[in-house]
């Protein structure tokens, strides 16, 4: 596609359920990144991919976050036994070959667990 | 984490003013970007600057990096209503993420 697409723009889940977030990232591009941004905030780092593993996972808060990309192309950020913290907006970004190239962001998807 | 501070956090200024943003950080970046973000849209990229000292100028807007390359300023001449918006820093090191500022909300008022 033209740009990176994120499924879903929104999700509305209850505490404790599992969630999955998608992003298409631009084709042919071999890194990826997840940030989540509250509301006024700058995006928190999360995982950042090259290729198909994972270069760097620091930012993930904790072991109920987990993210993959099989084939080196979309990416699923998964999250189990949801809470009301991790209410945010996830970004997800791609770019040509590594970060000090430009980067090109999704519009997010929108998280709300009540 | 956020490796990076920006001030001031908001700013609301009249159409016509100027106005500069801030971005510190005791860590030195190999590079630093900057974007533009509206609500409900992904941070739009403006500007990479990689050298000590650099100035780069992009329209009314002017974007300088540290001789050390700790901190940048963003400055804006003449704001312009379609300047508003959230402005985040972002600085990274080569071949690894960027990490972000806390971000600037910017609003001119017509």
């Known amino acids: 596609g033209a740009g990176v697409s994120q499924t879903p723009s929104n999700k509305v889940t209850e505490k404790g359920k599992y969630v999955e977030l998608r992003c298409d990232p631009i084709s042919g591009h071999t890194a990826l990144y997840w940030y989540r941004q509250s509301l006024g905030q700058g995006p928190e780092f999360l995982i950042y991919?090259?290729?198909?593993?994972?270069?760097?996972d620091s930012g993930l808060p904790n072991d109920r976050f987990f993210a993959v990309r099989p084939e080196g192309s979309v990416s699923t950020l998964k999250i189990q036994r949801t809470e009301r913290g991790d209410s945010a907006v996830y970004l997800c970004?791609?770019?040509?070959?590594?970060?000090?190239?430009?980067?090109?962001f999704g519009q997010g998807t929108r998280l709300t667990v009540v | 984490t956020q490796l990076l501070e920006q001030s001031p956090q908001f700013l609301s200024i009249q159409e016509g003013e100027n106005l500069t943003v801030y971005c510190n950080s005791s860590?030195?970046?190999?590079?630093l970007q900057w974007y533009r973000q509206e609500p409900g849209e992904g941070p739009v990229l403006l500007v990479t600057v990689v050298t000590g000292g650099e100035v780069k100028k992009l329209k009314r807007l002017t974007f300088q990096f540290g001789d050390a390359r700790k901190d940048s300023s963003l400055h804006i001449t003449a704001a312009q209503p379609g300047d508003t918006g959230l402005y985040l820093c972002?600085?990274?090191?080569?071949?690894?993420?960027?990490?972000f500022g806390t971000g600037t909300s910017l609003t001119v008022i017509p």
């Open positions: 970004a791609s770019s040509k070959n590594r970060v000090d190239t430009e980067a090109f």
């Open positions: 972002a600085g990274g090191w080569t071949g690894n993420q960027f990490y």
């Open positions: 991919f090259q290729g198909t593993g994972a270069a760097d």
């Open positions: 860590s030195v970046f190999s590079s």
